[in-house]
């Protein structure tokens, strides 16, 4: 009889065990995948938009402007006229945009 209750306690069943997997999927999905898809898809926009004359702030904190495009890097001048070739997933700012948008308090 004992050993009835205890083996009963113990199962849950298949279902018990799928529901928690799934609701643990969906919220991995909702909190890390999710917005990771949202901010590539921010980011290709962002280097869409971006012409020759624009001004930039690279990953790596460089601000300068546009002066070149190629299909996969720009040619950015920087302040003091030297010019440098960057890829164009290492831009992270449009700072001409940045410059013209009030900022928020």
């Known amino acids: 009889m004992t050993s009835t209750v205890i083996l009963q306690a113990a199962g ?6 799928i529901v928690p997997m ?11 995948i999710r917005p990771q898809v949202k901010k ?3 980011h290709k926009k962002l280097v869409a938009e971006l012409g020759i004359g624009d001004k930039i ?8 402007k546009i002066v070149g495009a190629n ?6 001048e920087t302040e003091g006229g030297g010019k440098i070739r960057f890829d164009k997933s290492a ?8 410059s013209t ?5």
């Open 71 to 76: 299909d996969t890097t720009f040619l950015i």
């Open 22 to 32: 799934v609701l643990i999927m969906v919220v991995f999905y909702f909190f890390m």
């Open 57 to 64: 702030v690279t990953t790596a904190g460089i601000h300068g």
């Open 40 to 42: 590539a898809k921010d």
């Open 12 to 17: 849950g069943g298949m279902l018990g065990t």
């Open 91 to 98: 831009i992270s700012l449009d700072a001409t945009k940045a």
């Open 101 to 105: 948008t009030p900022a928020k308090v």
